[in-house]
């Protein structure tokens, strides 16, 4: 079931700050324009990398999931992994199957396709998003 590695999600109290250190510090050149995703609480800035890219999350709104991460870590970090799959229903299926515990339903994540999230817990102390392989991309 495992595809290919999407993206890492990496939380910021700044997009702004964090797409400087991309481009400055590591040399990044291809840096998306952020967008809010009000659904998911959060403003998302991709930057691609050659094999993958870094998805930089900041909170969106009073109630955005990513404060209390954001209060554990104040300078932001390594937030989760993406990985894609075929069917995200029946990736959330045999999640559960296998006793994981999914966070909420699938819905629509910042690639425009389903996603869903799998408690660290039960993923070696890493939050891994699952989303839908894109029908463009292959």
Excluded: W
């Excluded at 659904?39 to 209390?68: K, Y």
């Excluded at 939050?127 to 292959?138: N, R």
Aim: with cysteine.
């Amino acid at each position: 079931m495992l595809g290919r590695l999407n993206h890492v999600g990496v939380a910021t109290p700044s997009i702004e700050k964090s797409i400087a250190l991309y481009r400055d510090m590591l040399g990044a050149t291809k840096i998306h324009e952020p967008f809010d995703l009000p659904p998911q609480g959060v403003r998302v800035c991709f930057v691609d990398t050659p094999n993958s890219q870094i998805e930089l999350i900041e909170p969106l709104g009073e109630n955005s999931p990513l404060h209390g991460f954001l209060a554990r870590n104040p300078a932001g970090g390594q937030h989760h992994v993406c990985f894609e799959v075929p069917d995200i229903h029946a990736a959330k299926a045999e999640m559960e199957a296998k006793g994981a515990k999914v966070l909420g339903e699938p819905r629509i994540g910042a690639h425009g396709t389903p996603v869903i999230f799998v408690h660290p817990k039960d993923m070696g102390g890493v939050l891994v998003e699952l989303m839908e392989t894109p029908k463009e991309a292959h």
